[in-house]
């Protein structure tokens, strides 16, 4: 009797252990199928989460539409603030890479030797000259917005280099440090003091640039007498000198150019 039973017992293990074996050789065989199937698996799970969430989140905007008018207006200036922010730099750089990658713009340039040249017209600098005159100063490496005033606004980076170095001594007065203001933008003589604030160097180079060339440069603009170095000086500043000192740095700015760098313009 309990030799039977045994070999009952016996019969039972066997055939555990064949089923077991079994399904090791299909686990063996099959385990890409097998791990293919636990993926779907954990996928509908977070399909399904996500689901969930999305309608969460759908939920709670139509519950700000329907319950938070003052929240949602809110968030809506914030977001144009934003965009309006965010569109005008994506055009800068777009230009930019133009610039460093593209090499000079026209060969057909003008140097700005005079007071009576034009404002309105082509340096021929590179991102590389410009940044070598402005190693070591607050500046640096801020070649690329010269040139991208320049294309975008047509107004002469010789002379906007120029205009900022006599207003601001070499980049070295309270305003250009304080404010980035380096054109001594609004500083009017009654009251110096107003002179604008700058988040950047690369923001007030644009800025004045457009404003030049809207003000100073267009026939119809506010401050127009011809377009050259000596009629914007007419306006722009309260000094009847200052057409000559900007021409006077910009013979320095060349000299330095040509001295530090290696660099001849032409």
């Not at 009797?1 to 019969?11: G, L, N, T, V």
């Not at 500083?187 to 107003?194: G, Q, V």
């Amino acid at each position: 009797m309990f030799y039977q039973i045994r070999k009952f017992f016996m019969e039972i293990v066997k055939k555990i252990k064949t089923i077991i074996n079994g399904v090791i050789d299909f686990v063996r065989k099959e385990a890409k199928l097998i791990v293919a199937v636990i993926i779907i698996i954990l996928l509908s799970i977070m399909l399904i989460s996500q689901h969930y969430f999305i309608r969460s989140v759908t939920d709670s905007l139509a519950y700000l539409k329907d319950e938070n008018t003052d929240l949602r207006q809110m968030l809506y200036v914030e977001l144009q603030e934003i965009r309006e922010k965010i569109e005008p730099m994506e055009e800068v750089y777009l230009e930019m890479h133009d610039i460093l990658y593209g090499g000079k713009d026209d060969p057909n340039t003008v140097r700005i030797e005079s007071m009576n040249d034009y404002v309105r017209s082509r340096s021929g600098l590179t991102v590389d000259e410009i940044n070598a005159l402005l190693e070591g100063t607050m500046v640096e490496g801020h070649g690329a917005y010269f040139l991208a005033a320049e294309k975008r606004f047509q107004t002469n980076a010789w002379f906007l280099l120029s205009v900022s170095v006599h207003e601001t001594g070499w980049w070295k007065s309270n305003y250009a440090i304080n404010r980035n203001n380096l054109f001594g933008w609004k500083a009017y003589t009654h009251n110096p003091d107003l002179a604008q604030r700058f988040d950047s160097p690369g923001e007030c180079i644009l800025h004045v640039a457009e404003r030049i060339s809207k003000l100073y440069l267009q026939e119809n603009g506010k401050y127009y007498r011809g377009g050259t170095v000596a009629a914007i000086g007419y306006h722009y500043a309260t000094d009847p000198g200052w057409a000559r000192g900007v021409m006077k740095r910009r013979q320095q700015l060349e000299k330095k150019l040509y001295s530090t760098s290696g660099y001849l313009t032409t």
